[in-house]
Nanobody
Framework: QVQLVESGGGLVQAGGSLRLSCAAS????????MGWFRQAPGKDREFVAT????????NYEDSVKGRFTISRDNAKNTVYLQMNSLKPEDTAVYFC?????????????WGQGTQVTVSS
């Protein structure tokens, strides 16, 4: 089992920036690909960005490309999401997720979520 705790959410004006952090504990962090997902009110949870266990490959949802950056520090067992040029449509609860490198799926492990609200 891996435990995930997000932090860094809050209220920001459109055009502003936030950095989310997700601290992992319980198992070897390098054994997991990591990701960020979000869920807006009345909508399904959606993919935002993922990063492989080594940090060598990242993927982004089209609407956040060029604005968000996912990164990880394996020495600190932490994954980050730097969000710039925020828009009101980015408002959602952001969840950290872990996928085991070998045979795992997104959705195996979730954090509790952190609220991001972008005002216009």
């Amino acid at each position: 089992q891996v435990q995930l705790v997000e932090s860094g959410g809050g209220l920001v004006q459109a055009g502003g920036s936030l950095r989310l952090s997700c601290a992992a504990s319980g198992r070897t962090f390098r054994n997991y690909d990591m990701g960020w997902f979000r869920q807006a009110p009345g909508k399904d949870r959606e993919f935002v960005a993922t990063i492989t266990w080594s940090g060598g490959i990242t993927n982004y949802e089209d609407s956040v490309k060029g604005r968000f950056t996912i990164s990880r520090d394996n020495a600190k067992n932490t994954v980050y999401l730097q969000m710039n040029s925020l828009k009101p449509e980015d408002t959602a609860v952001y969840f950290c997720a872990a996928r085991p490198r070998f045979g795992g799926n997104w959705g195996d492990y979730w954090g509790q979520g952190t609220q991001v609200t972008v005002s216009s």
